[in-house]
């Protein structure tokens, strides 16, 4: 069996990178794991996060992937570096491609980011952008209400546009171009966002551009798979299977089997 992409996210906000690197890499296999049961990691203290996704990396190292993506912004934000120091194999995030993705595609250099409180409070976002473009006037709004609707399936709920109606009220009047949704289950409500925000107001995700960041590393790696049939993926997650299943497969379009890893009571906080 060829190595697999190994993906982790404190839930299933991780699946917007799955559908992109599924479209992008359709011959890539891929382990997927949603930490449902400690979900979400946005209000939680940062050496608990990186605890959690120590944990997580523990776990998906024994299927001897080829690379760890963090489809997870505050795991990102806050524990890459030393899980790049841990991990024998490659390691990416998806704070930097979602910040190159913003700066092409700003006009005014100002730009919008929503995410968790952790994300928000750890900087990371406008550290990343300013490195790129020192000028730039970056807006960070934490929308701590939207994650927990996602992981319950609520987001075309009118309970979730209310919530991000009245989370995105702060950058209303801010003269921003684009947007990163700086966490990976917001794509699930970006039809929502859009309406508060306007037409002219681009979305920015970073799927699509870690998915090609995870395309240029395995080709200079010489790591692309190369086998023709359709790979065989695998989920898991420590909360609700059935309704994690529901989600990946409203999702990602297709089928899918999920396993549910417990994790020992002590490490769930």
């Known amino acids: 069996m060829q190595q697999a992409i190994a993906v982790l996210d404190s839930g299933v906000g991780g699946l917007t990178v799955v559908k992109e690197v599924m479209r992008q890499l359709p ?3 891929i382990i997927y794991f949603g930490d449902t049961a400690r979900a979400p990691y946005g209000p939680r203290p940062s050496a608990e996060v990186v605890m959690f996704t120590k944990q997580i ?8 992937p080829k690379m760890i993506v963090i489809a997870c912004n505050t795991a990102t934000a806050l524990a890459l570096d030393e899980i790049r120091a ?16 913003a700066i092409k595609n700003t006009a005014n250099n100002v730009i919008g980011v929503i995410g968790t409180e952790g994300t928000i409070r750890s900087g990371a976002y406008e550290q990343a952008i300013n490195t790129v473009l020192p000028d730039a006037v970056v807006h960070s709004v934490a929308c701590p209400r939207l994650v927990p609707l996602v992981e319950k399936g609520l987001y075309s709920e009118t309970e ?6 009245e989370s995105l009220m702060p950058l209303k009047d801010k003269p921003i171009d684009c947007l990163i949704l700086g ?7 970006s039809d929502m966002i859009s309406h508060v925000m306007g037409s002219g107001v681009k979305l920015i995700s970073s799927a699509d551009e870690t998915a090609r960041e995870i395309g240029t590393v395995l080709y200079h790696r010489g790591q692309l798979a190369e086998e023709d049939e359709r790979p065989n993926h695998q989920f898991f997650c420590s ?3 059935h309704m994690f299943r529901k989600i990946a497969q409203q999702w990602l379009g297709q ?15």
Do not use: K
Not at 160 to 165: D, E, F, N, Q
Not at 183 to 189: A, D, I
Not at 258 to 269: A, C, G, L
């Open 239 to 241: 909360g609700d299977s």
């Open 183 to 189: 966490c990976t289950h917001y794509p699930f409500l």
């Open 160 to 165: 979730s546009r209310i919530a991000v109606s």
């Open 57 to 64: 990396v523990d776990f998906l190292l024994e299927f001897n």
């Open 86 to 101: 841990y991990s024998p194999v490659p390691v990416l995030g998806v704070i930097h491609p979602g910040t190159r993705a």
């Open 27 to 29: 011959r890539e296999r």
């Open 255 to 269: 089928e899918i089997s999920v396993s549910s890893m417990t994790w020992p009571e002590t490490q769930i906080i």
